[in-house]
């Protein structure tokens, strides 16, 4: 029997212990979702929000791209998506669909990635199902969930970027190893070449790693003489094309030259550079913690025990090179860190974290099988399916109690009474505008729940914040205090 056979009758025919662990594990799927969407009806808007609302409805479509190039960032894409997302309709109704499309997005995007990977030799509720898991383990090792999903100028960037670059990878790895016809091959180069653009144009973190991972592509293509090195060549053109209208935008210069001067406590060049290494180490060492990411790990080795051996191993001996492969993705994780420290001399905000820990993921299991084998070879037997159900089972576990999960479930109420607090507010804003009032007092949230907020006014109404509100309501000056105050 060969070891494609073996591995394709693991999973056509699991015992009736996997069967259950397989049922119980779309359950769990489902449900964390279904948790994490129906939070998404207790969504607001906050800080930035409003300035890009404003704009989209002051400039219109046109005028606010112009806007935001010449006087904030060369982030093409997020400033496209999020003016068009603001034009739909009512600012507040659309603002909630948002997560719902990002995390369902997420998903799919997951999930056809490891259609590309498997092949034809999975079907297709495993695959949704294992896309699904994936997906789990992404919410569970975000920094923070509320700037992934829910609020716009943290998700659209950045999220939006996750899942372009997830499913550009899937339709690389379609290209070198199953479109076969000319007109697949032009297809995936036609939705790929949007991607690459698309994907540089969200964030610098997304740009780097576009720009990286293409790169690599066409050298190696290129090298190896293959036939698709036409095809890599012509991504690499489109990603230093959109990575250069990003880059030169005179909005940059603009938005960095204002970093000295807001009010953020950073530290000296010099403890910036001492600090770097211990805090990318610290930070991998957190997502190493997750027991999910070592069991879920621990099954594809196991699944894919044989398989992998016609991979990594010639002549019965284990093939070294494939150790750069590991190489290359923990240098990635600190390349792109350093862009933190080299620009702000202070680490990634949350939100672009959830890049890192994106490359972190899908690096994290070709490493795990690549050391696996390296280090366990034949000295060790890991072909026993029977290994299988107990590590899945602490996946299950894991995967429904994490900290991110159990502050998504208790966020229920809170975001119940946050999505209350901020309707309240909203309608006493419009109250008192409508009254002729330019100078505004509201009251502050009552814990806010983790899951959905990311940012609320200032007592100050010189603060950021606060002057985006300002400009949405065209108002003279808002502010947290007491409404009656004066």
């Not at 600012?91 to 719902?100: G, L």
């Not at 000296?268 to 190493?288: G, M, Q």
């Amino acid at each position: 029997m060969t070891s494609t056979s073996r591995f394709q009758q693991w999973i056509d025919n699991p015992d009736r212990a996997e069967k259950n662990l397989i049922a119980a594990l779309a359950v769990a799927v489902v449900a964390v979702l279904a948790l994490f969407i129906a939070l998404s009806a207790f969504n607001y808007p906050a800080a930035d929000d409003y300035c890009f609302a404003a704009k989209a409805r002051d400039l219109g479509f046109l005028g606010a791209q112009q806007y935001w190039y010449h006087n904030w960032a060369g982030r093409y894409t997020f400033n496209a998506t999020s003016t068009a997302l603001f034009l739909l309709g009512d600012f507040f109704q659309v603002y909630r669909w948002a997560p719902v499309v990002l995390l369902i997005a997420t998903w799919l995007s997951f999930s056809f990635l490891t259609a590309r990977i498997a092949g034809s030799r999975l079907s297709t509720p495993f695959v949704l199902l294992l896309g699904g898991i994936w997906t789990l383990l992404f919410i569970a090792g975000v920094p923070d969930p509320a700037q992934t999903f829910y609020w716009m100028p943290g998700s659209f960037p950045y999220q939006m970027a996750n899942v372009f670059l997830t499913f550009l990878l899937g339709l690389l790895i379609w290209r070198e190893t199953a479109a076969a016809s000319k007109l697949q091959r032009r297809l995936i180069f036609a939705v790929s070449s949007l991607l690459v653009a698309a994907t540089i144009g969200t964030n610098e973190v997304s740009l780097l790693l576009t720009v990286t991972i293409v790169g690599c592509g066409a050298f190696h293509a290129i090298r190896t003489r293959r036939d698709s090195r036409v095809f890599w060549v012509g991504l690499l053109v489109i990603a230093i094309g959109g990575a250069l209208v990003s880059v030169l935008a005179p909005g940059n210069q603009q938005r960095y030259a204002g970093i000295e001067h807001d009010p953020l406590l950073r530290p000296a060049p010099w403890l910036a550079v001492v600090l770097y290494l211990p805090w990318v180490a610290l930070r991998i060492l957190y997502w190493l913690s997750s027991l999910g990411l070592w069991a879920s790990a621990f099954v594809l080795l196991v699944a894919t025990f044989h398989a992998a051996k016609e991979w990594l191993y010639i002549g019965g001996r284990f093939r070294k090179s494939f150790l750069l492969l590991l190489a290359i993705w923990i240098g990635l994780i600190f390349a792109l860190d350093a862009l933190g420290f080299l620009i702000n001399r202070y680490p990634l905000p949350e939100r672009a974290e959830s890049v890192v820990y994106l490359l972190f993921l899908l690096g994290w299991y070709p490493s795990f099988v690549i050391l696996g084998h390296y280090l366990a070879g034949d000295r060790i037997w890991l072909g026993d399916r029977r290994l299988v159900a107990p590590a899945a089972a602490l996946l299950l576990v894991n995967l429904l109690g994490t900290p991110n999960v159990f502050e998504a479930y208790k966020d229920v109420y809170r975001g119940y009474r946050y999505a209350r607090e901020m309707r309240e507010r909203a309608d006493a804003i419009q109250a008192a505008t409508s009254r002729g009032e330019t100078d505004i007092a509201v009251a502050s949230l009552s814990r806010p729940p983790r899951t959905l907020f990311a940012t609320d006014l200032e007592t100050d109404p010189g603060n950021h914040r606060n002057q985006c509100l300002r400009q949405y309501y065209r108002l003279r000056s808002i502010r947290l205090g007491s409404p009656a105050g004066p």
